[in-house]
Antibody, heavy 117, light 107 residues
Framework: QITLKESGPTLVKPTQTLTLTCTFSGFSLSTSGVGVGWIRQPPGKALEWLALIYWDDDKRYSPSLKSRLTITKDTSKNQVVLTMTNMDPVDTATYYC?????????WGQGTLVTVSS | VIWMTQSPSLLSASTGDRVTISCRMSQGISSYLAWYQQKPGKAPELLIYAASTLQSGVPSRFSGSGSGTDFTLTISCLQSEDFATYYCQQYYSFPWTFGQGTKVEIK
């Protein structure tokens, strides 16, 4: 059974750095073809793809956010970490991690991050 | 960047109706398209990938078609549990992109 769960702060202040952790089970991020990505959704709005890391450490980022994002993996801990610098109120959203080398087969429940002073 | 136009943004329908949702790409993506269903307060769920392949466990009333730039999600006989928001997503090239969503509401 594949599960993913996001963890991190629910409230961050403007200009701070957000660090989110995706802890997963039921698959290995060292298996060829496997990837884990991050997607966010502002309240009442559409999904936005942020970043993806593959089993071979290939990393891909949204061009509009690339300068602010870093995605890393710890295969031994079954975790993927996303950091986003210089947070702004417009970054308030539910952040999801999801598994998939292509389409996202499995999703975490999401974590709402609010950016406010 | 591949831009996606998903339509309609809102669809009012009744149980038993046949509904179709369209997703048009700014450039060809072969069949590298997925469809997701999202219910309020929940994470999206994968319905269809490779434009027309039904994800395991998804009811057969859902179907996908298209290739290149024009794609369609069809629900053949709308059930009460199908009232939700639907998103298309291309994974042909990075950055991956999602459509703006179609909310299917009760008429």
């Amino acid at each position: 059974q594949i599960t993913l769960k996001e963890s991190g702060p629910t409230l961050v202040k403007p200009t701070q750095t957000l660090t989110l952790t995706c802890t997963f089970s039921g698959f290995s991020l060292s298996t060829s073809g496997v990837g884990v990505g991050w997607i966010r959704q502002p309240p009442g709005k559409a999904l936005e793809w942020l970043a993806l890391i593959y089993w071979d450490d290939d990393k891909r980022y949204s061009p509009s956010l690339k300068s602010r994002l870093t995605i890393t993996k710890d295969t031994s801990k079954n975790q993927v970490v996303l950091t986003m610098t210089n947070m702004d109120p417009v970054d308030t959203a539910t952040y999801y991690c999801a598994q998939g080398g292509v389409a996202f087969d499995y999703w975490g429940q999401g974590t709402l991050v609010t950016v406010s002073s | 960047v591949i831009w996606m136009t998903q339509s309609p943004s809102l669809l009012s329908a009744s149980t038993g109706d046949r509904v179709t949702i369209s997703c048009r790409m700014s450039q060809g993506i072969s069949s590298y398209l997925a469809w997701y269903q999202q219910k309020p307060g929940k994470a999206p769920e994968l319905l269809i990938y490779a434009a027309s392949t039904l994800q395991s466990g998804v009811p057969s009333r859902f179907s996908g078609s298209g290739s290149g730039t024009d794609f369609t999600l069809t629900i053949s006989c709308l059930q009460s549990e199908d009232f939700a928001t639907y998103y298309c997503q291309q994974y042909y090239s990075f950055p991956w992109t999602f459509g703006q969503g179609t909310k299917v509401e009760i008429k």
